[in-house]
């Protein structure tokens, strides 16, 4: 039994999050931790929502809630819809956790003592119409690598570029718009990120194993200009961890907090604690600490394209920066971004569908098999109604859901509610056994790589061949010649709804308990023998007929959503 560590990007707390979030992250890492499970390993899955920095203290207050307040709201609201999207979190946890303020302070201490914080006196933006120093992504302007004429005050999310408030072209207040912005003088914390540059260099050239997308965004921050710039790791804002060197007082950082980037990747690790403190596991430290066991766990990490820089330098910086043995990612599968209907999705505008508004229309699993089916992995890909309804009823309702239907009610028409008798099989059978068994492979294969769409298509074939199967054997018809034969078809289509419970469950799980309940067993066991598997239900084993178990979408519905979500909210 192998040992995984699986963390998905913890989402910002301000607001829901919509379908292009959740694909880029939370919905991947959790089809590989169910996948981990069900083939029988050791699975720690952990996430957490993202609370602090300005967007957090604004939202409160347009909300008129203190901000802490806001953050336990919103955090509650977004651990129900990950509950309705079926996310399996061992522990949804917060960033703004007693548990991640000691850790990140400690994290700082330990870099400090090490010599890889420095102190900088500088000049800051400062608004005098908002009354507040701006930091980072409330500051907007244009980007002096790209041009972009939105780049945030941090990062430019049209070329990834990671940046200074100072660096914008024709800066504005973001909260505002004021352009009477002035420089004044503050002092913060900077990571000696220049000085672990060779050391973060090695450690990315040993991974020749990730996706091209996350090495490709790495090693061009490391080798463009000057290479790898520190890093301001502070800010002159109220919500946040408050500057410490581990449990002492930092001289002249008083009222500063550390920088939301500084502190939400540490949450990784905090929320283990959390979990522990929770009362639902006894032992973090052999999930994260390489000299209490963890030496021997995978990690792997997901997430967007535009949160690659920071888990693949500033974190790295952190834990190799702190010398402690503390466990480094082993693989980062990183995503491109999903675009909807013709543009892209907008928080600001209302634009596209929002969690809560998903799961307000359809169950769960019609999104997970849409969106991890067209997981836009090799590039952007793209949101549309006609594709989202033609996969639904195609893939879900015709192939998976019709052979489901088809096999209970004929059974239950010729045989009853139980698993009939008789009839041994014969070369049609062992073609289908030796199509399914070349299949599972492929199929254990891409969700090994976590090559989600592949992994998908090869499900979808798997279901086809049950379906085709069917068709030919058309035990409807032998039925009236030779009812032997018509009952082992049956009986062997019956096991393969089982098969199609337990191999779909890290997609669909709902529809798989759906189908493991009408087979009437608890057995989810991983196939490993295909021929037997297909035998373990025996002649005799009562089954029942369950209810539809995906709906068609309507063309009426399709075009009532379309212009529902193109953007009011
Ligand atoms: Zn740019």
């Known amino acids: 039994m192998a040992r995984h560590l699986i963390t998905s990007a913890i989402p910002y707390i301000n607001g829901i999050k919509h379908l292009g979030n959740l694909v880029g992250?939370?919905?991947?890492?959790?089809?590989?931790?169910?996948?981990?499970?069900?083939?029988?390993?050791?699975?720690?899955?952990?996430?957490?929502?993202?609370?602090?920095?300005?967007?957090?203290?604004?939202?409160?207050?347009?909300?008129?809630?203190?901000?802490?307040?806001?953050?336990?709201?919103?955090?509650?609201?977004?651990?129900?819809?990950?509950?309705?999207?079926?996310?399996?979190?061992?522990?949804?946890?917060?960033?703004?956790?007693?548990?991640?303020?000691?850790?990140?302070?400690?994290?700082?201490?330990?870099?400090?003592?090490?010599?890889?914080?420095?102190?900088?006196?500088?000049?800051?933006?400062?608004?005098?119409?908002?009354?507040?120093?701006?930091?980072?992504?409330?500051?907007?302007?244009?980007?002096?690598?790209?041009?972009?004429?939105?780049?945030?005050?941090?990062?430019?999310?049209?070329?990834?570029?990671?940046?200074?408030?100072?660096?914008?072209?024709?800066?504005?207040?973001?909260?505002?718009?004021?352009?009477?912005?002035?420089?004044?003088?503050?002092?913060?914390?900077?990571?000696?990120?220049?000085?672990?540059?060779?050391k973060i260099a090695a450690w990315i050239d040993s991974k020749t194993d990730w996706p091209v997308l996350t090495t490709s965004i790495a090693k061009k921050w490391l080798t463009d200009g000057d290479g790898l710039q520190d890093r301001g790791i502070t800010r002159d804002l109220d919500w946040g961890i408050p500057v410490k060197k581990g449990d002492a007082d930092w001289p002249g950082m008083e009222g500063k907090v550390f920088y939301v980037w500084f502190d939400a990747p540490i949450e990784y690790i905090a929320s283990a604690q959390e979990w522990v403190d929770a009362g639902k596991g006894v032992d973090w430290e052999r999930w994260w600490r390489t000299d209490k066991g963890a030496d021997d766990v995978t990690y792997t990490q997901f997430m967007g394209k535009d949160n690659v820089p920071f888990h693949t330098l500033t974190f790295p910086a952190t834990i190799l920066g702190s010398g402690e043995p503390w466990k480094l990612v082993d693989y980062i599968k990183s995503f491109n971004y999903l675009n909807y209907d013709g543009g892209q999705f907008s928080t600001s505008r209302g634009r596209g569908v929002f969690m809560d508004q998903a799961l307000s229309i359809l169950p769960a699993d019609y999104w997970r098999w849409w969106l991890l089916s067209h997981a836009p992995e090799t590039s952007d890909s793209e949101f549309t109604w006609d594709n989202f309804q033609m996969s639904v009823n195609k893939d879900l309702a015709d192939v998976l859901g019709n052979f489901v239907s088809r096999v209970t009610k004929f059974c239950r028409s010729k045989f009853g509610e139980v698993i009939p008798e008789g009839g041994t099989w014969g070369a049609r059978e062992n073609a289908l056994i030796a199509e399914l068994t070349q299949r599972l492979q492929a199929y254990e294969g891409f969700m090994d790589a976590m090559e989600v769409r592949k992994a998908s298509s090869e499900l979808r074939a798997i279901w086809v061949a049950g379906n085709e199967y069917l068709q030919s054997a058309g035990p409807w018809t032998t039925i009236k010649t030779d009812a032997e034969t018509a009952a082992m078809q049956t009986r062997l289509g019956l096991n393969l709804i089982r098969l199609y419970a337990v191999l779909s469950a890290p997609f669909i799980p709902d529809a798989s308990a759906t189908m493991l309940a009408a087979m009437k067993t608890e057995d989810d066991a991983w196939p490993t023998d295909i021929a037997a598997f297909l035998s373990a239900l025996p002649a005799g084993h009562a089954f029942e007929v369950p209810e539809v178990l995906f709906g068609k979408i309507t063309d009426e519905q399709r075009e009532d959503w379309q212009v529902r979500f193109a953007g009011t909210r």
């Open 25 to 198: 992250s939370q919905l991947p890492a959790d089809l590989y931790a169910r996948y981990q499970r069900g083939r029988g390993h050791e699975v720690m899955f952990l996430c957490a929502t993202d609370e602090h920095g300005t967007p957090a203290e604004i939202a409160a207050a347009k909300a008129g809630k203190p901000v802490a307040e806001y953050c336990a709201e919103m955090h509650d609201v977004q651990a129900e819809i990950a509950k309705g999207f079926r996310l399996s979190f061992d522990h949804f946890g917060r960033s703004s956790s007693a548990q991640n303020h000691k850790l990140t302070q400690h994290f700082a201490g330990v870099l400090a003592e090490r010599g890889f914080i420095r102190e900088v006196t500088e000049m800051q933006m400062y608004s005098p119409t908002d009354g507040r120093y701006l930091p980072d992504r409330y500051i907007e302007g244009t980007c002096p690598n790209c041009g972009f004429p939105d780049a945030r005050g941090d990062q430019c999310d049209n070329c990834t570029k990671q940046l200074d408030p100072v660096d914008l072209i024709n800066p504005r207040s973001a909260i505002s718009g004021a352009t009477d912005l002035e420089m004044r003088e503050t002092k913060h914390l900077y990571l000696c990120q220049s000085q672990l540059q060779d």
